[in-house]
């Protein structure tokens, strides 16, 4: 076991709200890729360690959030069925990684100083 | 009375955790702004609405997660005290805004595109 509790962590993140709904962020950028990767809902939340009921809720919220559904429902082979972007929603994820890639990379010369200011040990 | 459920707001902001302690974010640094404009811990918490409670267990957690305290008591004349900033907490307070201008400066040509493509309407 190890004692984290004094782990320092730099987090810098993007968000776009959309009333108290969070349309896009990292988790739910996290979870469009996953479903894209494994073209499944309940998969993509599992590889996520969402429960499905967290996972069918944030899909719920980014299909009402944005112009048009971001994810859809296929008609599978002897699996029954799974789930794909829509282009809208490759669109989105594109948009919030090239976002999310400008703002870690702005991020980064200034966390030195400020982690050198803290307290805590390791 | 206006409807804001349908209010998009892009959020980006940096934090800085230390274990499950929040040693600097918007919150803190604004709270930060607050005490060194108005000489005083629950004067602060008011100007943000801040309860009494909450400010001074913000400024507990500042003094704790970094290396040394970063608010401090000040003896006061008629009004009996009041608090600063130390010199540290001067240049924790400064680094944070430059941080935050670049990540903001970042994030702005990304926004247009995804706020475009979000639903709702005015």
């Known amino acids: 076991m190890t004692d984290d509790s004094e782990t320092a962590v730099f987090k810098v993140k993007a968000q776009i709200l959309l009333g108290s709904?969070?349309?896009?962020g990292p988790g739910k950028a996290?979870?469009?890729e996953a479903i894209d990767r494994t073209g499944s809902i309940a998969a993509a939340g599992r590889a996520l360690?969402?429960?499905y009921r967290r996972t069918r809720d944030m899909v719920d919220t980014l299909n009402a959030c944005w112009r048009v559904p971001i994810v859809e429902g296929v008609r599978g082979g002897s699996r029954g069925g799974g789930a794909q972007l829509t282009e809208v929603g490759r669109v989105v994820l594109k948009h919030?990684?090239?976002l999310d890639a400008a703002i870690q990379t702005a991020a980064a010369p200034h966390a030195e100083g400020l982690l050198a200011l803290l307290g805590g040990s390791a």
Chains 1, 2 share one sequence.
């Open 30 to 32: 996290d979870l469009l």
């Open 49 to 51: 360690g969402f429960s």
């Open 96 to 98: 919030y990684r090239t």
């Open 21 to 24: 709904l969070i349309a896009i």
